[in-house]
């Protein structure tokens, strides 16, 4: 099946510092992929959708200018939280959609990144 | 958006049947029903998905009602590493932008007892 690389699968970093998370599609091309957020014992909240060459669309309450999302190719996204606060460790999740002509219907999941921050 | 309602927690003895039902009574016409399972701290996982017809596949089957208000999940021979949190899941198959996303409810947690 089609699989989705998430990195890194556990992040420690200091209050005020910015991290990065990258979330391939390593065997097709996704032309939509999605962010998602998981508190202990919740479930899961779509952050943002974005897709391939354009600007990512957020969720209501959702800060854009703290999570940044790039989709800068059609096996790459990357959410950056920006000034990260210990409010903002979370489980984050990605998942991508195949392009047309792969049994778009359904999302391949990552593996998910554990946040903490100190 | 169309919601859904599932049982919070069920139990289920290893090698029997697990029937997870939901609930999807505002379904619309073009929308078809999802179910993803999320095992502890891991990336969901898709499961099956159908419109109106039954459908099976290797992992489970998909029971709609003719109605399409409510829909069962069976996993036919449960394990113990079917344990999970399984969400049954509304949303539009075609279109792009923001009509189709997947937007999980809390689930239902199976536990599969030995």
């Known amino acids: 099946g089609a699989v989705v690389s998430q990195h890194p699968s556990r992040v420690i970093c200091k209050s005020g510092t910015s991290v990065k998370i990258e979330c391939r599609s390593l065997?097709?091309?996704?032309?939509?992929m999605f962010w998602y957020r998981q508190f202990p014992k919740q479930s899961l909240m779509l952050m943002a959708t974005s897709n391939e060459g354009s600007k990512a669309t957020y969720e209501q309450g959702v800060e854009k200018d703290k999570f940044l999302i790039n989709h800068a190719s059609l096996t790459l996204s990357t959410l950056t939280v920006t000034s990260a606060h210990p409010e903002d460790s979370s489980f984050y999740i990605c998942s991508a959609r195949p392009g047309q002509g792969m049994a778009n219907e359904k999302l391949f999941f990552g593996s998910g990144t554990q946040l903490s921050v100190l | 958006d169309a919601k859904t309602t599932q049982p919070t927690s069920m139990d289920c003895a290893e090698g029997r049947a697990a029937n997870l039902p939901c609930n999807h009574s505002?379904?619309?016409?073009?929308?078809?029903v999802y179910w993803y399972r999320q095992i502890h701290s891991q990336g969901p996982q898709y499961i099956i998905h159908?419109?109106?017809n039954n459908e099976t596949n290797e992992m489970a089957s998909l029971i709609i009602t003719e109605d399409r208000k409510s829909s069962t999940l069976i996993l036919p021979h449960a394990t113990l590493r079917d344990t999970a949190v399984y969400y049954c899941i509304v949303s539009p198959l075609k279109g792009g932008g923001s009509n189709y996303k997947l937007t999980f409810g809390k689930g239902t947690l199976l536990t599969v007892n030995p």
């Open positions: 505002t379904i619309s016409g073009n929308e078809y």
């Open positions: 159908g419109l109106k």
């Open positions: 065997d097709f091309q996704a032309t939509t």
